[in-house]
């Protein structure tokens, strides 16, 4: 198996009867281990929805997801969010970071839920915050840090519990042209690692770093450049939602 994450079939939709809106229409693709996988597209054309059910942050209406060797998509509330947990790690456009938090804190917290003794937490958020320079403001809260210094304190939080994939949507999308210069940075330093990562964007120079790179529109995969491993099922009446 070279796959880390594969969905088949996967469909979404929202909303029922004559107000349902079909998110996702039938797709299939494979996110293959220690790849840096882009996805683009317009607004509303299914890429968050996409990544959400990758990382078992919501469920199909129909399809599979697998992670590894284990379909997700079947398991309960409480296997899913272990999988969250240990599997995956989120970077989000507006960072997500807690308010009454210090950077390590914020840093330390997923492995705090995950069970890790809080030593060694303190100790991992320490190194990723030393790795990603922000070592110097891991006291500050994230009021005291720039858009640029939330968003790297978000990426190494992703990373406290070395994750099996990063997913991350719009990464860039709140950043100047520096603080996405040092962003993209560390997603290159991650992709020399080894590690697997699915981003989301509108931003071509983001785009442009991926090893492959697929594009959406209404649901669906619009092209598969380089031979990649994706396709979709039109299905009729597609239209498009969640972005």
Not at 84 to 97: C, E
Not at 168 to 174: H, V
Not at 202 to 223: E, K, Q, T
Request: aromatic share 4%; hydrophobic share 40%; charged share 25%.
């Amino acid at each position: 198996m070279t796959y880390v994450m594969k969905v088949r079939g996967l469909c979404k939709e929202y909303g029922k009867g004559e107000a349902r809106v079909r998110a996702l229409g039938g797709v299939d693709l494979e996110v293959r281990a220690g790849e840096t996988l882009t996805v683009t597209g317009p607004s509303g054309c299914g890429k968050s929805t996409l990544l959400y059910l990758l990382g078992c942050l919501d469920r199909p209406t129909a399809g599979e997801v697998w992670i590894e060797e284990r379909r997700v998509d079947l398991m309960s509330e409480r296997a899913m969010a272990k999988v969250r947990r240990y599997a995956v790690g989120f970077v989000f456009q507006s960072f997500h970071l807690l308010d009454e938090l210090t950077a390590q804190e914020n840093v330390e917290l997923p492995a705090l839920v995950a069970g890790r003794p809080p030593r060694a937490a303190r100790l991992r958020a320490t190194e990723l915050l030393e790795h990603i320079g922000l070592a110097d403001r891991r006291h500050h809260l994230p009021s005291q840090l720039s858009g640029g210094q939330c968003q790297r304190v978000a990426i190494a939080r992703a990373l406290v519990n070395d994750p099996l994939v990063v997913l991350a949507d719009e990464p860039t999308g709140n950043l100047d042209s520096v603080a996405t210069h040092e962003v993209l940075g560390l997603f290159a330093q991650m992709r020399s690692s080894g590690l697997t990562i699915v981003v989301v964007t509108h931003d071509p120079d983001v785009a442009a770093s991926a090893d492959r790179r697929i594009a959406m529109r209404d649901g669906l995969f619009v092209d598969a450049p380089h031979g990649v491993p994706c396709s979709a099922s039109r299905v009729p009446e597609l239209t498009g939602s969640e972005g």
